[in-house]
């Protein structure tokens, strides 16, 4: 059964660039898409994007001038990278697969908590 | 690209059903058949309730059922139990190619 587990600083300054890895377990990155999905404190969800296996990407337009998302060569993580990040970025970040061919976004991380500030 | 649009608070006395609304236009909800309904418990990481408009993942009481009509979807929880209290977030595909969440709506159980 997939798991995902989430990791990465739980603190970064204003400015710089927030980096975060997702880790899958009991299976690959060898089918389906790679979401990450935040929430600020207080607030609603919000998808910031998602990566096919192949590598294709999509992106939060809100979001996309500064946003990488990608797979790494292991094919067991893929990582969020957010650069120009302010205190509105702050936020608990998850990742989560979705099938191919649906909608259902069905094994989520335990979330981290990320916060920007100096 | 918009937030869909959900009612910020519904509540009911358990027992009854309740029907939380997901409106969003022919770019997302009334274009595709995937829209889907999580469930979010203060702290707790969201869960999947519905996904492609009315299926239910195994596990999930067969109180949950969701609609679409035209480009507004619902999700209806009949029987409302205490512990269904929760925040409901619906999410849709869009033309884009890209994924909007509901701004989310609070369930409170009289």
């Known amino acids: 059964q997939v798991q995902l587990q989430e990791s990465g600083p739980g603190l970064v300054k204003p400015s710089e660039t927030l980096s975060l890895i997702c880790s899958v377990s009991?299976?690959?990155?060898?089918?389906?898409?790679w979401s990450w999905i935040r929430q600020p404190p207080g607030k609603g969800l919000e998808w910031i994007g998602n990566?096919?296996?192949?590598?294709?990407?999509k992106y939060n337009p809100s979001l996309k001038s500064r946003l990488l998302i990608s797979v790494a060569t292991s094919k067991t993580q893929f990582s969020l990278n957010l650069n120009s990040v302010t205190a509105a970025d702050s936020a608990v970040y998850y990742c989560?697969?979705?099938?191919?061919?649906?909608?259902?976004?069905?094994?989520w991380g335990k979330g981290t908590t990320v916060i920007v500030s100096s | 690209q918009s937030a869909l649009t959900q009612p910020a608070s519904v509540s009911g006395s358990p027992g009854q059903s309740i029907t939380i609304s997901c409106t969003g236009t022919?770019?997302?909800?009334?274009?595709?058949?995937?829209v889907s309904w999580y469930q979010q418990h203060p702290g707790k990481v969201p869960k999947l309730m519905i996904y492609?408009?009315?299926n239910r993942p195994s596990g999930v009481s067969d109180r949950f059922s969701g609609s679409k009509s035209g480009n507004t979807a619902s999700l209806t929880i009949s029987g409302l139990q205490a512990e269904d209290e929760a925040d409901y977030y619906c999410?849709?595909?869009?033309?884009?190619?890209?994924?909007?969440f509901g701004g989310g709506t609070k369930v409170t159980v009289l």
């Open positions: 989560a697969r979705r099938k191919n061919g649906s909608g259902r976004m069905d094994v």
């Open positions: 009991g299976g690959s990155i060898t089918s389906d898409h």
């Open positions: 990566i096919y296996y192949s590598g294709t990407t």
């Open positions: 022919g770019s997302d909800v009334g274009n595709y058949n995937y």
């Open positions: 492609d408009v009315s």
């Open positions: 999410i849709s595909y869009t033309t884009t190619t890209t994924w909007v």
